[in-house]
């Protein structure tokens, strides 16, 4: 029992920073595990030519959804992770070398890019273990172009049906999560507007955008 929640633990915590060989494993696992990326894209528009920032990008299984979904524009991953980045560059190595792909180590704290750049920036499974929710989401709100959207893709939310489960991942990875109704409110604490939710009770999935008007 003890030894499931050492692997456990282990787990969960590489999720928060893969790190090492173990680490690299954990993205390249992440990017087949984390099947509620496509089910929460559908809920955003992505057209050809947008410029997209994928934050949080793991292995770079978005980052390459992406960049096939915006086949005339351009994708940026970043990631604190040198490891995640070291993943998501192989990943997405043909999109890198025609230009259409930068993955770049960096934390959402402090984001290399202009103001007014992207039309749409994701982040899928990472905001649990940002160091500031509302300043990074500012951050992010700063290098979004008026009218782009943020969206939060997220396989865990308070819900009583998983609490059990929740709580204990929540504990061995040191990560916070949220009820439906905070992310309308930290959204909008971060400036946002015309914000949705939506939820997949069932799989215990959420999906919240907000647009930067
Ligand atoms: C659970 S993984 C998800 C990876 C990928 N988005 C996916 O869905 O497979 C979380 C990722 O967020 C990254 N991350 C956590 N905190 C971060 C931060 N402050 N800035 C940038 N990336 C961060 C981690 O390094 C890790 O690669």
Partial sequence: MELTENIMEKMVKQCRKPTGIFGRLMARGMNYGHKVAGWGLNHVSVNKDHTILDVGCGGGKTVNTLAKMAAEGKVYGIDYSEDSVAVASKVNKKFIDSGRVEIFHASVESLPFPDNFFD??????????????????????????????????????????????????????????????????????????????????????????????
């Fill in 120 to 213: 749409l920036v994701t982040a899928v499974e990472t905001y649990y273990f940002w160091p500031s929710l509302i300043d990074n989401l500012i951050e992010l709100r700063r290098v979004l172009k008026e009218g782009g959207s943020v969206v939060l893709i997220n396989e865990v939310y308070r819900h009583e049906m998983f609490e059990k489960r929740n709580t204990k991942w929540a504990r061995l990875g040191d990560f916070t999560y949220h009820l439906p109704e905070e992310f309308r409110k930290f959204l909008g604490d971060a400036g946002y507007s015309s914000i949705t939710v939506d939820v997949l009770e069932d799989k215990n999935w959420i999906v919240a955008c907000g647009v930067k008007e």
